[in-house]
């Protein structure tokens, strides 16, 4: 008699669900733009589980410098009737809640959640603070200084504010010299070998290598992370060293025109042509430029004006801050033109406002522009 011994069969228990999701928060859509992102909200996942007790099952801390976040929870062992994604923005305590489940399927793979607007407006939009007054808009920002070049009373005093992200110092984590395996040599003047050769680097050589790395980490690390200027802040940081030439208020007027972002009447004096591109930009909405040409053109337009061209790429939710610096270089070369001093430009990049109303603590780009006759 034989017998057959049955195979035992496996019983795949499937593993509890988990959520893994990612995305970008922005702001409501204002004078600061239609995607300014979010930087700094805290991220929870909550769970109601079927008694409608509720617990948390998941954080990863805060949003990166553009608003993008990823948050995870474990295994969920327990039956659940609905998941939460929690943001809270840092400073201002504002709450808005996302509800997941039920709505997306929990699974085991990372779910993207696109572009999530966080109904409020940032703590602080100002775009700029011009003779004490706080400006939000761009076209305001533009208005206000064409209406200062039109009288000139002096001293003129500007601060230009913008978060600032920033990248740092593009070096690798570890030390590239340590544990590397040796090159190994395959030919010889074209004939391949056997067996390949080691080669091995010196051990003075590969002392002085490390040595040098060590030395780059540590002076890495107190520059600290280097801020991403705008076009716009980066064509006034070139310009701040030095006195403007003398034939940019003509060509800046020249470049503007001829690309036909404002209308020029002919035969306008240069000092007026400014004030005249200023309203016309001061006539410009936030859709206009953020979607628009006219910011690029005009970033082109005084590029060519200063003769000091680089490459750049439009960032949308950086055109407000953009336009804002624009405007400031059009408005001294009005002053220029009129025979004002050369103006004491200073930047900033770590400036955190502790003090009055200003208690958040975003690193920004801060432009602070004096002007006396």
Known sequence: MTQTIQPQQRVFRPLPPTIDVGGKIIYQSGSWGSKYP????????????????????GSNGFTDNDGRFKVNSGYIANGFSRITLEMTEEFTRDKFN????????????FQDLGEIVFPF?????????INSVSVADASRAAAMLSGILKVTYYPVSIELLSEWR??????PATDPTAGQP?????QINGRRLDKPLSVKVPDDVAAR????????????????PIPILTPGQ???KMLSGADLPKDFPKRAVNKISQRGIVAVKPGSSVVDSIGQILDGLSRLT??????????????VSLQQAARNTFHFDSVIEEAAADMAACCVLIFLAGLAAKGSSRPQINFNYKFNFKSGTWTEMRDYVRVSVAVSK
């Open 98 to 109: 996302m509800v997941l489940f039920p709505g997306l399927i929990p699974n085991g793979s």
């Open 182 to 186: 040796f090159s190994r040599v395959t």
């Open 38 to 57: 979010a930087r700094r909200v805290m991220l929870n996942l909550s769970m109601i589980d079927l008694s409608g007790v509720s617990s948390s099952v």
């Open 286 to 299: 936030i859709s206009q430029i953020e979607t628009g040409t006219h910011l690029r053109r005009l970033v």
């Open 121 to 129: 407006k940032p703590q602080h939009p100002e775009l700029a603070i």
């Open 234 to 236: 980066k064509l006034l």
């Open 166 to 171: 920033a990248t740092q110092p593009g070096l």
């Open 209 to 224: 290598e490390r040595q040098m790395y060590q030395n780059l980490r540590r002076e890495a690390a107190k520059i600290g």
